[in-house]
């Protein structure tokens, strides 16, 4: 595990995969802070390394009047306080250059979105910050391809680098996750599994993103099987009513005992 190599992370020494969970978006103080505790209490009783995962900042909308944040310094001060408060690191998706400096200040990992992974000025400008860089495999691209994504933080300097894959374009409106691709990517940095953004599907006539949430367990138990290093799940207390990728959320109250399910699944295969 020493090769994730972000501050606060406890329980390394588990064996456990880390888990990168939180909202979509930061919706407010309060919100974030209760979700939190709830994954704080679900993984230190199952010793899983635990990053709080917000964005500060929606700027991949299908439509003008989708919600993009409640500003941007403010929702930063937010992350940085869940990470205070529960002594935990934070990681939170970045969209352009400007952005690296700015959000580095407040939070942990840095998260380049699929559709920017090609962007090399954003990448480096991540790098350079010094903080770990996570690179969202593009739905478009092939496992082989983001080694050079890697390639480009170690050229800039910065050795901690992670790939998250979210799934490959199958047609207009879903994904497929191809798992042969898993340990390819291993070779190249630790590798996560975004289990709830595989579960989407894109692109719908009325502009929101739909989902099959009812599949979470199925992809999250195929990729701990595959000795995934890392796992992403987008939860909520209540997706109906978040602001952003509701329709592929896991709800809160189902984690611990998904968790618990998929840890069971670690010790056997590992």
């Not at 529960?86 to 840095?110: G, N, S, W």
């Not at 593009?138 to 998250?164: C, L």
Request: glycine share 8%; net charge neutral.
């Amino acid at each position: 595990m020493s090769t994730v190599n972000v501050p606060k992370l406890k329980h390394t020494t588990s064996g456990n995969f880390f888990l990168l969970a939180g909202p979509c978006a930061i919706e407010g103080e309060d919100m974030a802070l209760r979700i939190a505790e709830s994954i704080v209490k679900s993984s230190d009783k199952l010793k899983i390394p635990y990053v709080f995962k917000g964005s500060f900042k929606k700027a991949n909308r299908s439509r003008v009047d989708s919600f993009t944040g409640i500003g941007d310094e403010k929702a930063l001060k937010i992350l940085q306080k869940v990470s205070n408060t529960f002594d935990i690191p934070t990681v939170t998706d970045i969209h352009e250059i400007k952005d690296a400096q700015m959000a580095a200040e407040y939070v942990d990992v840095l998260q380049i979105p699929a559709f920017l992974v090609r962007q090399t000025d954003l990448i480096v400008a991540a790098a350079k910050t010094g903080k770990v860089v996570n690179l969202k495999k593009g739905q478009f691209m092939s496992p082989e391809s983001m080694s050079f994504a890697v390639q480009k933080v170690h050229d800039s300097g910065n050795p901690s680098a992670w790939i998250t894959d979210r799934g490959t374009f199958f047609g207009y409106q879903d994904l497929v996750v191809d798992f042969r691709g898993i340990p390819i990517m291993r070779k190249f940095a630790p590798t996560v599994l975004d289990v709830t953004h595989s579960l989407q599907q894109p692109n719908q006539s009325h502009g929101v993103t739909g989902g099959r949430p009812e599949l979470i367990e199925t992809i999250a138990r195929a990729g701990v099987a595959t000795n995934i290093d890392g796992l992403f799940i987008e939860t909520h207390f209540d997706p109906s009513q978040a602001k952003s990728d509701g329709a592929n959320m896991l709800p809160l109250d189902q984690l611990e005992g998904l968790l618990e399910r998929l840890v069971r699944i670690r010790k056997a295969v590992s």
